[in-house]
């Protein structure tokens, strides 16, 4: 593991934290590169049941590395190439998230801004400390945040979105969980504790009910209601012939806790 991403397991957590605090956390080409092999690891580590991502110091990212992007600028073709590539990478780390079979909860203080907000819209749960802000603000220096987009209009509703795109102002954590881009905000001295409690009370579920039941989650949310629901269904039937289900279950009406392995 990188020193710009550093992996701490506690049990069936894994929690992986972005390491550059010197630079906000930044999304740079490095960062992102790092990232993308510590959720892939993840995605194979079975013993693995929740996953928390954090940030080092007062930032939790303020997404993509703007002086690195400045830079390229240099290069023969005005960095046409290198911003292509930069954000081909971005997109492909940010969809590795719902796609790991693992939830994977954001633990966020001090802001996400851009690249940063859109990490925490492309989790599947967020926990923020009171105080914590969440933009996509390049539209303030004549850079829309069209990529933070894609995972902002998914998690909030268009209007709000689009409000946050075209002003480049903050919202709060408490707005932010009123729109639905996090799930719950406590005080900064509980974040910590707070992730992993949800962390692992998900561990703590069956790991192949879950593991399934997010796979199916975001199947159904790209399909027709009919679709979404004969897909919800077939997933139903797969479930319920798991042995652990048919412990689980036989546990529940014999009122006691279930023995899975």
């Known amino acids: ?4 991403v550093l992996r701490n397991d506690t049990g069936y957590v894994a929690h992986l934290v972005l390491n550059s605090p010197e630079n906000f956390n930044a999304l740079s080409v490095e960062m992102i590169a790092d990232l993308s092999v510590a959720l892939a690891a993840i995605g194979e580590d079975e013993s693995i049941r929740a996953v928390i991502l954090s940030g080092v110091g007062k930032a939790f990212s303020a997404g993509h590395d703007l002086r690195q992007m400045q830079a390229a600028r240099g290069e023969a073709d005005g960095g046409s190439a290198a911003y292509q590539a930069l954000f081909e990478a971005c997109a492909r780390m940010m969809q590795l998230i719902p796609a790991l079979p693992q939830p994977v909860i954001a633990q966020v203080q001090g802001i996400a801004t851009a690249a ?22 390049g539209v303030n220096i004549g ?11 998914r998690a909030v509703p268009p ?14 954590a408490a707005r932010a969980r009123e729109l ?15 992730a992993m409690e949800m962390a692992q009370l ?18 159904q949310l790209q399909l027709g209601l009919g679709d979404a629901y004969g897909s919800a269904g077939g997933t139903m039937c797969e479930n319920m012939m798991l042995p652990d289900t048919d412990e689980g279950i036989t546990a529940f009406l014999e009122k006691r806790k279930p023995n899975w392995a």
Not at 206 to 214: D, N, T
């Open 116 to 137: 940063g907000c859109q990490l925490v819209a492309s989790c599947d749960l967020a926990v923020a400390a009171e105080g914590t802000r969440f933009g996509v603000n």
């Open 143 to 153: 850079l829309f945040c069209s990529t933070p987009m894609v995972a902002l209009s």
């Open 202 to 219: 998900i561990a703590s579920k069956l790991p192949a009910a879950v593991r399934m039941g997010k796979q199916a989650f975001y199947r």
């Open 1 to 4: 593991m990188s020193q710009r």
């Open 159 to 172: 209007k709000a979105a689009f409000e946050m795109l075209t002003t480049g102002e903050f919202i709060d």
């Open 180 to 194: 639905g881009l996090i799930n719950r905000v406590v005080p900064a001295d509980q974040l910590a504790d707070a």
